[in-house]
């Protein structure tokens, strides 16, 4: 089932996509819901971002092929040592934008790009469970898009702005229920041409490792959001260009880029 979250009228609710049209649910979607008979069409509404996280969640570094690209691209030696064991960190539910929003580029940044991933939608409050267990805790999957800006801005001790800048999250275009998350394709396209393509059968810790993994000490809350690492090869971004993530199966997040004001 692919569930989204819309506005339309100045009216905003979550809905199930069928396909040309989407069926407005009535209710909390983690909690007590119900679909109705009231249809939008999906070109009369706007897609907003999947959900309203309490934390969004990114774990880098999670493909041995990113991993490989970034030694090349960037510090070498600092790659191999932030590649070492399980670093998951806040991405910052604030940079979140929704479908066909525009990823603002900060004037005084440099070498800005983009990393198309998969991300875990989760559906219940989870702390301290296995990878065993963690499907049960997962709603769903989406798409993000983990703009980061590195240039001279990979001197920063944190990653409060060479990844949490404002529109510097792209999550969307909404909510899959029913996909198998380790078996699916990533393709990242700039300007209508394909640039990477991978798998997520790639990754180092597989998305319920991941769950697991954050919920040892922190509480994972419904709706939050985790983004699971780009698969392969990143490219500088620029005012006037548009990004597309597809994944088979979820959907096509798009997003165009601008310059600051």
Known sequence: MRIARFSVDGWESYGRVEGDRV???????FGKHQETQAYYPLDRVKLLPPTRPTTFWAVGLNYAAHIAHQ???LDAERIKRESQGF??????????????????????????HYEGELVIVIGRPARKITPEEAPHFILGY????DIS??????????????????????????IETDVDPHNLEIITRLNGKERDRGSTSGMVRNCYAVVSGISKYCTLHPGDLILTGAPGAVEGIKP?????????????LRNPVIGED
Request: charged letters at 25%; glycine letters at 14%.
């Open 240 to 252: 006037g260009d548009v990004m597309e993530v597809e994944i088979p199966g979820i959907g096509i």
């Open 87 to 112: 670093r998951p960190w806040h991405k910052g539910a604030h940079c979140i934008i929704g479908q066909d929003e525009p990823v603002v580029i900060p004037a005084d940044s440099d070498y800005v």
């Open 23 to 29: 069926r407005v649910i009535q209710g909390d979607i």
């Open 149 to 174: 800006s590195e240039g001279s801005w990979h001197k920063d001790i944190s990653n409060w702005r060479k990844k949490g800048s404002d529109t510097f999250g792209p999550v969307g275009p909404w």
């Open 71 to 73: 030694e090349v691209a």
């Open 142 to 145: 989406t798409i993000g898009n």
